[in-house]
């Protein structure tokens, strides 16, 4: 079959040519799988079911105000959806560790004044698993002291007029976190389901 003097079915498969004949980008076509994987996971009843869904929320630290943007909230609980092509236990730990999530988390459950924050992982490629994770109590603790500290500096930097970032903001959690334990077996970083 041929579209525009292009020969589609050798370009890919059906998929590929039924999204060029409806005028669908194969990035579009992608996009809509993963939605419907979503919707048919538990994770898309919950977001219906949200209270309140990319909302900033504004509090206050010490006298400085602080804010944030949580993907969805639901019965007091921070959810926030990360997009990853992989979630596979090391994949997912390499990106938290990476992107410093523990600090977003620390972050917006200080701003929100919530106990409990979840992340929904979910695969752009298929199978388009989705993992629930969430960090063990003793990491959220670090994690909440150090962004306490990382806090502090900034309002003494603001004082100050003088910004320095001595912050590394690079922390070892717990030993769940860190990936391996004394043997070299490989252990969760909390939570995932």
């Known amino acids: 079959m041929f579209e525009g003097g292009r020969n589609i079915e050798r370009e890919g498969s059906a998929e590929n040519y039924l999204a ?34 990319e909302e900033v929320v504004v509090s206050d630290y010490l006298g400085r105000g602080i804010k944030c943007r949580p993907d969805f909230l639901c019965d007091d609980v921070i959810y926030d959806l990360k997009f990853m092509d992989d979630v596979s236990e090391s994949a997912i730990r390499r990106s938290f560790k990476r992107f410093r999530y523990w600090l977003q988390d620390a972050h917006y459950s200080a ?11 979910v695969e752009t490629e298929y199978p388009f698993r989705i993992k629930s994770v969430v960090y063990d109590e003793r990491s959220r603790e670090i994690a909440v002291e150090a962004w306490g500290n990382a806090m502090d500096a900034l309002i003494a930097c603001e004082k100050a007029g003088v910004f320095e970032d001595n912050n590394s903001l690079t922390l070892t959690l717990s030993p769940w976190e860190v990936g391996a334990d004394d043997e070299g077996e490989l252990v969760d970083i909390g939570e995932v389901d």
């Not at 701003?111 to 992982?121: I, K, L, N």
């Open 20 to 53: 060029v004949a409806f005028g669908k980008s194969g990035e579009e076509v992608a996009i809509e799988r993963v939605l419907d994987a979503v919707r048919s996971h538990a994770l898309g009843k919950l977001i219906e079911q949200a209270q309140m869904r």
């Open 111 to 121: 701003v929100c004044e919530s106990a409990v924050f979840r992340f929904w992982v």
